[in-house]
């Protein structure tokens, strides 16, 4: 793996590189949705730079909760990050987004849920790459064959996620979907993954990452629960609005 590589004499990360790239390519898709969308193009910049570092807070504030030693021996360092601290402050910068632009936070987050499910893609590049995040060694016969690709699995998986929410967006007009969606689905994969990936699985037989997709999943079908009450209920209130009308 590469973890680091050198231009001119000087040393760079790889991860934070490929980083750099699921930056400007978050940029340049939520523009091209923007445009589609006839959205301000310097709202939309502010926004996504916004939601960049949201996530990158969450991820560094949750490594660190699970990395207590880490933090207290090296202090705060760009390297090490926790996805799942990024899945859980999003939406709460979400909240604070609102108050920002004024608009609702079902289209904030179904607007800029693709872009970040895509660079969560992106990353897991970077963590193959960085030789970090890996699977299990896989054997056969007894005989060392290699490490099993959690992360490019992992960056297939999303790929197929946002897929999946570009359609639904499409094909469907329910608002405020997207982002409990990506939480429902990204948990089942990462559980799923969990598995075949070189990690402890020492709290009641399960890694710190499969008990946090527990949690996503849970507030992701939450979510979509409730604003499917909340539609239902908006609906036989407009219903019974038309027929006041008619009368």
């Known amino acids: 793996m590469y973890p680091h590589f050198k231009i001119g004499g000087h040393e760079f990360s790889t991860y934070w590189m490929i980083f750099l790239v699921g930056i400007i390519l978050m940029f340049g898709f939520n523009c091209f949705r923007g445009k589609k969308q006839k959205k301000k193009t310097g709202t939309v910049f502010a926004m996504t730079l916004f939601f960049i570092l949201v996530s990158l807070a969450g991820a560094k504030i949750l490594y660190y909760l699970e990395n207590i030693s880490v933090l207290m021996t090296r202090g705060i360092r760009l390297n090490g990050v926790s996805f799942f601290g990024a899945v859980f402050l ?119 990452g499969q ?5 996503a999943v849970i507030i992701g079908g939450w979510l979509l629960h409730r604003f499917g009450k909340n539609d239902k209920k908006e609906e036989i209130y407009r219903k019974k609005k038309n027929k006041k009308r008619k009368r």
């Open 90 to 208: 999003a939406p709460l910068g979400g909240l604070l987004a609102t108050k920002i632009t004024g608009e609702k936070w079902r289209d904030l987050m179904d607007f800029y849920t693709p872009s970040l499910v895509l660079m969560l893609a992106v990353l897991r590049v970077g963590c193959y790459v960085s030789g970090c995040c890996g699977g299990i060694s896989v054997t056969l016969g007894g005989i060392y064959i290699s490490v099993f690709p959690a992360q490019l699995t992992e960056c297939a998986g999303d790929l197929l996620i946002l897929a999946g929410l570009l359609l639904y967006e499409k094909y469907w007009d329910r608002t405020g979907r997207l982002y409990p969606f990506f939480m429902v689905y990204y948990g089942c994969l990462r559980f799923l993954l969990e598995f075949v990936r070189d990690t402890s699985k020492n709290l009641l037989g399960m890694s710190h």
């Open 211 to 215: 008990w946090f997709s527990v949690i």
